[in-house]
């Protein structure tokens, strides 16, 4: 079993809290409140700067240069794109950049950001990718598992583009490469070491939880 097949393994319960939460689950149907979404698109946008921290990171504890262009493909994407169609997109959906440059951290941002990157500071480029591994590729099966429910609507619902954009084939790409990377890091770990790993795995898949959560309560 691939590394990654084995982390979503030891915590599927998790894991299936994360992809099917209430907030992906009402956000698919289209009935998912406004101001839930925009309270989940503000903290989204602080999300994104401590992400692109962590690519930053990521380019430090590479240990080789191929490991080291990956993270730097990253963090790039995340300067020179992710952040700016954000931007504009958040700007479609009524909030200004003002008012994201105002924005405090909610506690579950705080909380997810800041234990992906202690991932990366205390451990090494696995331990970092593995905390980072539930976000790339969790929002890639969120849009596989949303289009394959009958009830999702793909047409017509102001949520319709988001799904759209997780379901398109560079971020599935972006995704399936994350998954590659884990494999080639995580070949022929000892026992010990894959447990530590599946613990930080689970924590981070349930600071997504959490952060879907912070959504649904516009919890501060
Ligand atoms: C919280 C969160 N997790 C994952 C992604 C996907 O990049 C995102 N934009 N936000």
């Known amino acids: 079993?691939?590394?990654?097949?084995?982390?979503?393994?030891?915590?599927?319960?998790?894991?299936?809290?994360?992809?099917?939460?209430d907030?992906?689950?009402q956000l698919g149907q289209g009935t998912l409140a406004k101001e839930c979404f925009q309270h989940y698109?503000?903290?989204?946008?602080?999300f994104l700067i401590q992400f692109s921290r962590a690519w930053g990171l990521a380019v430090f504890k590479s240990e080789d240069l191929t490991s080291m262009r990956y993270a730097q493909s990253g963090l790039n994407a995340m300067?020179?794109?992710e952040i700016s169609l954000h931007v504009d997109y958040c700007r479609d959906w009524g909030i200004s950049e003002e008012q994201l440059l105002a924005l405090p951290e909610a506690s579950a941002t705080v909380a997810y950001t800041r234990y992906v990157l202690d991932a990366g500071f205390a451990g090494d480029l696995l331990d970092l990718h593995v905390a980072l591994a539930p976000c790339i590729i969790g929002y890639a099966e969120i849009a596989n598992w949303l289009a394959a429910q009958p009830d999702t609507v793909r047409e017509g619902s102001p949520y319709a583009p988001w799904i759209e954009m997780y379901l398109s084939d560079e971020y599935q790409q972006a995704a399936?490469?994350?998954?590659?990377?884990?494999?080639?890091l995580g070949q022929g770990l000892p026992p010990a070491r894959l447990e530590a790993l599946a613990k930080r795995f689970r924590t981070a898949t349930r600071m997504e939880v959490s952060f879907w959560q912070m959504g649904l309560d516009r919890a501060d």
Not at 8 to 15: E, F, P, R, S
Not at 176 to 184: I, V
């Open 41 to 46: 698109l503000k903290q989204d946008y602080l």
């Open 79 to 81: 300067l020179d794109t």
């Open 176 to 184: 399936n490469t994350e998954r590659e990377l884990l494999d080639t």
């Open 1 to 21: 079993m691939s590394l990654y097949e084995h982390l979503k393994a030891q915590c599927i319960d998790d894991w299936n809290a994360y992809i099917q939460h």
């Open 23 to 25: 907030f992906v689950r």
